[in-house]
């Protein structure tokens, strides 16, 4: 069965980075794409990025470029988000999402069909 | 940019009744860039309709997708206890890539 499992849950500074991770299994890795998405305490889903496993192509939120960086290693079959100079405000609970592609490009329709578990992130100082 | 915007953002119903959530975007979409999320407390968000009106595997036909251009919405047509927690709509588009609404939580009345 697909499962997305994600690391555990980090505290960190403000300033210092975080690298959260998203083990898949149970399906062919590179057929699919990963979305990042995070939700503050008591607030909606925000999206952050978007990464094909395929051929490595990504996609950001405006609000996160130049802070995030998401990868794969299609070898262990596991995703990658990064978020560099943290703030109190990135205090969130970070999920990772397969999503449907083909050579890269996200299939129609749309959709995250499975969810990792989600990793708290904790930024205090 | 589209804007996704959802009402009501609470819905108070009983067990039994029928929940219709509304979810407006800011300029018309492709009915296959819509879909629906249930997330239930300290649970990760779970697919439950895409293209629009498509059922993700295992959703009960219960949970209903419809609408079109600029408006769709979501219908469970008898709630249960399971159904209590707050639903989100998406859009896939270009910039940015993936959107989601603010959410509606629909909560025991």
């Known amino acids: 069965q697909v499962q997305l499992v994600q690391s555990g849950a980090e505290v960190k500074k403000p300033g210092a980075s975080v690298k959260v991770s998203c083990k898949a299994s149970?399906?062919?890795?590179?057929?699919?794409?990963i979305s990042w998405v995070r939700q503050a305490p008591g607030q909606g889903l925000e999206w952050m990025g978007w990464?094909?496993?395929?051929?490595?192509?990504?996609d950001y939120a405006q609000k996160f470029h130049g802070r995030v960086t998401l990868t794969t290693d299609t070898s262990t079959t596991t995703a990658y988000m990064e978020l560099r100079s943290l703030r109190s405000d990135d205090t969130a609970v970070y999920y990772c999402?397969?999503?449907?592609?083909?050579?890269?490009?996200?299939?129609?329709?749309?959709?995250?069909?499975?969810w990792g578990q989600g990793t708290l992130v904790t930024v205090s100082s | 940019e589209i804007v996704l915007t959802q009402s009501p953002g609470t819905l108070s119903l009983s067990p039994g009744e029928r929940a219709t959530l509304s979810c407006r975007a800011s300029?018309?979409?492709?009915?296959?860039?819509l879909a629906w999320y249930q997330q239930k407390p300290g649970q990760a968000p779970r697919l439950l309709i895409y293209?629009?009106?498509s059922r993700a595997t295992d959703i009960p036909d219960k949970f209903s997708g419809s609408g079109s251009g600029t408006d769709f919405s979501l219908t469970i047509s008898r709630l249960e206890p399971a159904d209590f927690a707050v639903y989100y709509c998406?859009?896939?588009?270009?910039?940015?890539?993936?959107?989601f609404g603010p959410g509606t939580k629909v909560e025991l009345k």
């Open positions: 149970g399906y062919t890795f590179n057929k699919y794409g």
């Open positions: 300029q018309s979409v492709s009915i296959s860039d």
């Open positions: 998406q859009h896939y588009g270009s910039s940015p890539l993936f959107t």
């Open positions: 990464i094909s496993v395929y051929n490595d192509k990504t």
């Open positions: 293209g629009a009106s």
């Open positions: 999402a397969r999503v449907p592609t083909i050579f890269g490009v996200v299939i129609i329709p749309n959709r995250f069909d499975y």
